[in-house]
């Protein structure tokens, strides 16, 4: 019965360096986590701001209407030549 302090007091020792060890690798965890969440949402935000000033330029907008007109003139030749067998 002498020794039991000695061993109550070494398994509540052992016991706190494990949670020790838990809570430090939980800890580098959440800021590893955290850190990433940062590093996507700068990149969501820099494409979302990129995206709105490339749909904003004229450039961005002539070569819309530009392929918008081909897939029409596509299109309308097609019908044409459908047309033309008939």
Known sequence: MRYLPYILTGIFMTATALQTVYIHDTNVLLDTKDARIERLTENVNYWQASSIDNSNSATF??????????????????????????
């Open 61 to 86: 907008q002539r070569e819309r209407c530009d392929a918008f007109y081909d897939v029409v003139g596509d299109y309308i030749d097609v019908t044409n030549q459908i047309k033309a067998l008939d």
